[in-house]
């Protein structure tokens, strides 16, 4: 391939990928107005200033671009859990938890492309994406717990506890945690002395 052709296929990948965030951008104000399971492609393409169409050469309907989406908020999510737990010490689970459930209270993208993902488990490519970046997550909170995650024993564990921290942010999410008289701080501090060493 001559140089020049090199060059124009790699302006097209960055632009193709620049069009990709701006749609993925646009997907976040409308889920972010309209919730992510009210989330349409024709919303999301009037938002981001293209024919409902053209979001078909980017993602095949609303359930992958949700999973992008959802796997965005994935890679933030696990940003944040590691931020939180740098310095080290006691209470890096709970540090790690209450991160993941500051932004999991923001976005409801994580539990509704839970919904999207095919029951049999498909192989494209955002599922893909959306899983290994769920892995991600796990494993910071693996890290988090102490916890090597080496036996079966120890993984089901890591799921446990992320499964705790999801629920707990639906609930907090939706005020049923303080409808049943609980804070989010206080089930913190339980989960860490359960799962932390």
Do not use: W
């Not at 990928?17 to 749609?23: E, K, L, N, W």
């Not at 409308?30 to 053209?54: H, I, K, T, W, Y």
């Not at 540090?95 to 993941?100: E, G, K, L, R, T």
């Amino acid at each position: 391939m001559s140089k020049a052709a090199d060059l124009k296929t790699q302006r097209r990948a960055l632009a193709h990928a620049a069009t990709r965030g701006s749609i993925l951008e646009a997907a976040r104000r409308v889920a972010a107005r309209d919730g992510s399971r009210e989330m349409s492609l024709r919303g999301v393409a009037a938002e981001a200033g293209f024919a409902p169409a053209a979001l078909y050469g980017y993602f095949s309907g609303k359930d992958e671009l949700l999973l992008a989406l959802a796997a965005d908020d994935l890679s933030h999510l696990s940003r944040a859990m590691r931020d939180a737990t740098r310095g080290g010490g006691p209470g890096k689970l709970s540090a790690a938890a209450s991160a993941a459930l500051g932004v999991l209270r923001e976005t409801e993208s994580v539990a509704a492309a839970l919904g999207a993902l095919p029951a049999n488990g498909g192989a494209s490519e955002a599922e893909r994406l959306f899983n290994g970046r769920m892995i991600a997550a796990l494993k910071v909170l693996s890290e988090a717990s102490g916890n090597r995650a080496a036996t079966r024993d120890e993984q089901c564990d890591v799921v446990l506890v992320a499964a705790a921290v999801t629920g707990l942010a639906m609930l907090a999410r939706s005020g049923r945690l303080a409808a049943l008289g609980f804070t989010a701080d206080e089930i913190l501090a339980r989960l860490d002395g359960r799962f932390s060493p």
